[in-house]
């Protein structure tokens, strides 16, 4: 099972549209029912909790300087 599946299915969706159809931020908040801000914001905690749970499940290993 991959880590985006771990996601709500909206989550899903918001980096789906995010990421893969390169929607903008103003129409995600619009198809989705959020405001921009809220779009940034979501996207930026989804991407630290998929970094999380990667590193959790050594999928990602981070060098330290």
């Known amino acids: 099972r991959s880590l985006i ?3 709500k299915p909206r989550d899903q ?3 789906e549209m995010f990421y893969l159809e ?3 931020q ?3 908040a619009l198809l989705l029912g959020m ?3 809220a779009v940034r914001a979501h ?3 989804l991407k630290e909790r998929l970094r999380k749970l990667a ?3 050594n999928l ?3 060098l330290e300087q």
Request: net charge positive; hydrophobic share 40%.
């Open 55 to 57: 590193v959790k499940n």
């Open 43 to 45: 996207v930026s905690r």
């Open 26 to 28: 103003n129409e995600i």
């Open 22 to 24: 390169k929607k903008r």
């Open 5 to 7: 599946q771990t996601l």
């Open 13 to 15: 969706k918001l980096l």
């Open 35 to 37: 405001d921009d801000g």
């Open 60 to 62: 990602l290993i981070l």
